[in-house]
């Protein structure tokens, strides 16, 4: 509980969340009277500090939901966003790569949840697609969901492409005509 209070308030709300997620409400309740209020100041328009542009933006395009048991990591999130904008008005990738578990996609979910940034760098929003292990069939299913959104608002319906090929292919039109960023 010591390393706990020399971090921020998250950190504490993250630790009382975990104990009432892992079965420990005994414990939990003892912490209560101390969690600390969470101010909604700064014109944002939510607890969690996001506006309702991000909310948006963020779910249209499928991205995880911050998890209940949160511990910010703001050095790696920015790394993050420092590498998002390095890309500028370039296409490109950012990997972010680690062992399983290790908070991949929560750190990358998290560097997105910056208004500035999706403004500034991601005008068309984001597309968020987890992949993992999938066989062909999956994985062609996954495919075809990208393709349905990122052709969302075509004037000519397209059929779901048939094969992996197919789907590769109409993916790598779309990034390269319709979505370069």
């Given at each position: 509980i010591n390393i706990i209070l020399t971090k921020?308030?998250?950190?504490?709300?993250s630790f009382y969340n975990a104990?009432?997620?892992?079965?420990?409400?005994?414990?939990?309740?003892?912490?209560?009277?101390?969690?600390?209020?969470?101010?909604?100041?700064?014109?944002?328009?939510s607890?969690?500090?996001?506006?309702?542009?991000v909310k948006t933006i963020l779910c249209e395009g499928g991205v995880p939901?911050?998890?209940?048991?949160?511990?910010?990591?703001?050095?790696?999130v920015d790394a993050i966003k420092?590498?998002?904008?390095?890309?500028?008005?370039?296409?490109?990738?950012?990997?972010?790569?680690g062992m399983a578990g290790c908070?991949?996609?929560v750190l990358t979910a998290e560097a997105l949840r910056d208004h500035q940034l999706l403004e500034d760098y991601f005008p068309g929003g984001v597309h968020w697609i987890s992949?993992?292990?999938?066989?062909?069939?999956?994985?062609?299913?996954?495919?075809?969901?990208?393709?349905s959104r990122l052709e969302h608002d075509s004037t000519l319906p397209q059929r779901p492409p048939l094969n992996i090929e197919e789907?590769?292919?109409?993916?790598?039109?779309?990034?390269?005509?319709?979505?370069p960023r």
């Open positions: 921020d308030n998250n950190s504490y709300r104990l009432l997620h892992e079965g420990y409400r005994d414990l939990a309740a003892l912490l209560q009277d101390g969690i600390p209020a969470i101010s909604s100041g700064n014109g944002k328009s607890m969690d500090g996001m506006t309702s542009y939901q911050r998890p209940v048991v949160f511990v910010t990591r703001p050095k790696l420092q590498k998002l904008c390095g890309l500028g008005s370039d296409p490109g990738w950012v990997t972010v790569y908070g991949k996609t992949v993992g292990k999938q066989d062909k069939a999956g994985l062609l299913i996954k495919l075809q969901n990208l393709c789907a590769r292919d109409r993916l790598r039109l779309l990034m390269l005509r319709k979505y």
